[in-house]
């Protein structure tokens, strides 16, 4: 039997230093591949549906929309992505908005790799089994 293709993964942040993070994170994931980055909303709603990754990390706070308001309009489209919103911020409020907007996750920045890793692998196999 052949291993499964990796999870295709789009990374959207308008930190660059993140974004790095990010990729240096996924790098050596073998069940995780990164197919895009994105600094902006428009970009990552353009990726999303050129690419069709399985799952986006989302910054909440971008420069033109919120993670909330691509959050939305990724959830429109026929093949929705699995999205995780990322936020510096985990207060009960912001992760109650990210699940009214349809998030499928929160991911808190600042949480250690380890962490990081889990969470999304947890997302992706309730969402997809």
């Known amino acids: ?17 993140m974004l790095e993070a990010l990729q240096y994170l996924l790098h050596d994931e073998a069940d995780l591949e990164v197919i895009g980055v994105a600094e902006t909303g428009q970009q990552a709603l ?15 706070h971008l420069a033109d ?11 429109k489209l026929k093949n929705p992505p ?11 409020q912001t992760r109650q908005k990210g699940l009214e907007a349809g998030s499928d996750g929160f991911i808190e920045k600042g949480a250690d790799w380890p962490k990081i890793l889990k969470q999304i692998r947890q997302i992706l196999t309730q969402k997809t089994s």
């Open 1 to 17: 039997m052949s291993p499964s293709p990796p999870h295709k993964v789009l990374l959207v942040d308008d930190s660059h230093p």
């Open 46 to 60: 353009n990726l999303i549906i050129q690419r069709s990754p399985d799952v986006v990390l989302l910054d909440i």
């Open 65 to 75: 929309l919120e993670g909330y308001d691509v959050t939305r309009l990724a959830k």
């Open 82 to 92: 699995l999205v995780i919103l990322i936020s510096a911020n985990g207060d009960p």
